[in-house]
């Protein structure tokens, strides 16, 4: 699914989403070109656990938390700065 057609399916609730096919522009903008309804959740604080869950759970899956109110998604990339272990 589109992002407009989920926000017409699920209006005004928080969404645990898959990216099914992303990309990401020279700004370091993520677009999710096309994306699954993983879960609804009641609130945003129950999105974001549930996020947490899946993402442990499923690491290499690309799993967002987001509230239907928002016409555009803006999702911004940042680059992980952390310590390599070699």
Not at 7 to 19: G, H, N, P, T
Not at 30 to 51: F, P, Q
Not at 55 to 62: A, D, G, I, N
Request: contains cysteine; proline residues 2%; charged residues 30%.
């Amino acid at each position: 699914m589109i992002w407009t057609d989920i926000r017409k399916a699920y209006s005004d609730q928080w969404l645990i989403v898959e990216a099914l096919e992303a990309h990401t522009t020279p700004d370091m903008q993520r677009h999710l070109d096309r994306m699954a309804v993983i879960e609804t959740c009641l609130d945003g604080a129950s999105a974001m656990k549930t996020y947490r869950r899946l993402h442990r759970q499923y690491p290499l899956r690309e799993f967002y938390f987001i509230h239907t109110c928002h016409e555009v998604l803006n999702i911004r990339e940042r680059r992980w700065a952390g310590i390599r272990s070699e």
